[in-house]
């Protein structure tokens, strides 16, 4: 089942094509990667998909309980209320609350109760308010944060901050994931963990993750498909075997004389 359709996107900053034409149709419950050099427009794409810029041409549909929505153009948060929700390459939590405040904000999106509520704490609110907290800690369970749930987020290493990240993403119940460089800066054996640790995300929480990654052990190691991007052009599509043989990926990164 298609969950998410983008057809010949085109992004364009002044003179400058940030991405071209460029097409995907993402399956539920896979695990799709998307690569290039540095500059090829990855979290372009990414940014079009989630709302932060609006596409120049081209059409994104997101399909949810077999209704068609087209997302073009709509904002960050009414995407994320539909089920789009994305990390950054550079990290952006919030570091001066604690851990599980992180989290906790995450709930907000489906959040029910009006500020009369939250004011007067009424018992529709407070139940809420448990639930999410229950939620969120489930989630620093799952990434491994417990101990850390009342530090602040700034005290934390890069590699758990990363699925700091991860778990406030994951309070928002996205269908579809969008993960940005997740093992950026994070050692060989984070990068083994954090591998396990997305493969056991997607199938306890049902989701479709689209990721853009310059390690390729986690690309080759977890996607079953990968797209490969070059100066806002898709120059490749396949398994990881035949982009690892495709000669114009290997020219991308590597160039010819």
């Known amino acids: 089942m298609i969950m998410l359709k983008i ?125 999410m907290y229950e939620k969120s800690m489930y989630l620093l369970e799952r990434v491994g944060l417990t101990k850390e749930k009342d530090e602040k987020a700034y005290s934390l290493p890069y590699g758990k901050q990363r699925r700091l990240e991860i778990a406030r993403a994951l309070a928002t119940n996205p269908s579809i994931l969008l993960l940005d460089e997740p093992a950026a800066g994070m050692n060989p054996q984070e990068t083994k963990e954090l591998m396990k640790f997305i493969e056991s995300i997607k199938d306890e929480f049902d989701l479709t993750i689209f990721l853009i990654e310059h390690h390729m052990e986690v690309v080759m190691g977890i996607c079953k498909r990968i797209l490969v991007l070059d100066y806002g052009i898709s120059i490749a599509e396949g398994s990881p075997r035949e982009i690892q043989n495709n000669p114009k990926v290997v020219q991308a990164y590597l160039g010819v004389e």
């Open 7 to 131: 057809d010949n996107v085109t992004v364009k900053f002044g003179g400058l094509t940030a991405v071209n034409s460029f097409k995907l149709e993402l399956t539920k419950g896979e695990i799709v990667g998307l690569i290039g050099p540095n500059g090829a427009g990855k979290t372009t794409v990414f940014n079009v998909i989630t709302g932060v810029y609006k596409p120049t041409e081209g059409k994104i549909t997101f399909i949810k309980d077999k209704s068609k929505i087209n997302i073009t153009g709509l904002r960050p948060d009414q995407i994320s209320k539909l089920g789009i929700c994305r990390t950054f390459q550079n990290i952006r939590l919030f570091k001066d609350l604690t851990v599980l405040e992180n989290v906790f904000i995450g709930n907000h999106l489906r959040i029910k109760s009006n500020i009369f509520s939250s004011i007067l704490r009424l018992p529709n609110y407070t139940r809420e308010e448990r639930e």
